[in-house]
């Protein structure tokens, strides 16, 4: 929202622009898997954490049980492992509930 616009008073707004985006993107992804669209819903969360979202853990948690779900334990590493790297840059690290996502898939 306006990114060339440094007010103070954009911050909230731009704040709740951005938590609208990863709910809807979240919300379309879960729409599209229980209508039998694991892989456009992998897609729009693929989308999502790579542009919208990229430090949005709940993204990847839901992305990471969909490719579990479908038999890919290797895109779910991945998937962390892609996380793991976008937080590294904030100096933050994925939760023991993301990661043991993956565990479970082993």
């Known amino acids: 929202l306006a990114p060339a ?3 103070a008073w954009i ?3 731009r704040a709740h622009a951005h938590r609208v985006a990863i709910d809807t993107c979240d919300g379309l992804a ?3 898997y229980r ?3 694991t892989d456009q819903a992998i897609g729009v969360l693929e989308h999502a954490t790579t542009t919208i979202a990229p430090h949005a853990e ?3 948690q839901l992305l990471i049980q969909l490719q579990r779900k479908q038999g890919r334990p290797k895109a779910a590493e991945r998937t962390l492992e892609a996380l793991t790297s976008r ?3 904030i100096g933050e690290t ?3 509930a993301t ?3 993956v565990r479970q898939g082993k």
């Open 5 to 7: 616009l440094t007010a």
């Open 11 to 13: 911050e909230p707004l």
């Open 30 to 32: 879960r729409h599209l």
């Open 35 to 37: 209508n039998g669209d």
């Open 58 to 60: 709940s993204l990847y």
């Open 87 to 89: 937080l590294a840059n």
């Open 94 to 96: 994925p939760s023991g």
């Open 99 to 101: 990661i043991e996502l």
